[in-house]
């Protein structure tokens, strides 16, 4: 069975800061990651996944097979990126039929 | 509207009773997902639709959960005999096909007292 780990239930860090929101999964196939976000009062969103190496909204994410993480990193943090964040698996062939970490906080102070 | 719609936006069921939650996706799009979202947690997968046929109901917790989609584009959820547990916010999505990019409706949150 799938299973994604997001070990930080609140990330807090200051504008301009680095961020990087951990992601680890356990699958035995070749697994497709994604990340979604939840801004405040808005429905939630895909932001990112990993076989489009696309860089969105400044976040990134790489794919390491052999810690088995996909964290998404950003190097300077705006104050608009403070949403809730999830990281999803998808496993061979599933497409869109996610299993869905627990979710992280960001929150980016002034 | 442009986006997927599910109503109703809340509601509240005493215990035991039946319910039923209304996704309209957007339009054209064949692929039909629900998830429920538990207070604290990711959400989770239920059933798949492709077109008018759920592709993959395993998701489903038990035989209390149903869902249709008769003509390929609305789809309801029905819970029978609600229990406390049931209480969650259930997302809809919906996407052209199975490996596009999926799009999340604003969800229905069920509260069974």
């Known amino acids: 069975a799938q299973r994604v780990t997001q070990p930080e239930k609140l990330l807090s860090v200051f504008k301009g800061a680095p961020v990087e929101l951990k992601c680890n999964y356990s699958y035995s196939g070749s697994p497709e990651l994604f990340w979604y976000v939840q801004y405040s009062r808005q429905r939630l969103q895909l932001l990112l996944r990993?076989?489009s190496r696309e860089s969105i909204k400044g976040f990134t994410a790489d794919l390491n097979k052999g810690e088995t993480s996909f964290h998404l990193k950003k190097p300077f943090a705006q104050e608009e990126d403070s949403a809730m964040y999830y990281c999803?698996?998808?496993?061979?062939?599933?497409?869109?039929?996610?299993?869905f970490g627990t979710g992280t906080q960001l929150k980016v102070e002034l | 509207g442009a986006g997927v719609s599910q109503t109703p936006s809340n509601k509240v069921t005493e215990k035991g009773k039946y319910v039923e939650l209304r996704c309209d996706p957007i339009s054209g799009h064949t692929a039909l997902y629900w998830y429920r979202q538990s207070l604290g947690q990711g959400p989770e997968f239920l059933i798949y639709f492709q077109g008018t046929g759920a592709a993959d109901d395993s998701g489903l917790p038990n035989d209390r959960f149903f869902a249709v989609r008769p003509e390929g584009s609305v789809s309801t959820l029905k819970i029978q005999r609600t229990e406390r547990g049931d209480s969650a916010v259930y997302l809809c999505a919906s996407s052209s096909n199975l490996y596009t990019e999926a799009f999340f409706g604003q969800g229905t949150r069920l509260t069974v007292v």
């Open positions: 990993h076989i």
């Open positions: 999803a698996l998808s496993w061979s062939g599933g497409g869109n039929k996610l299993t």
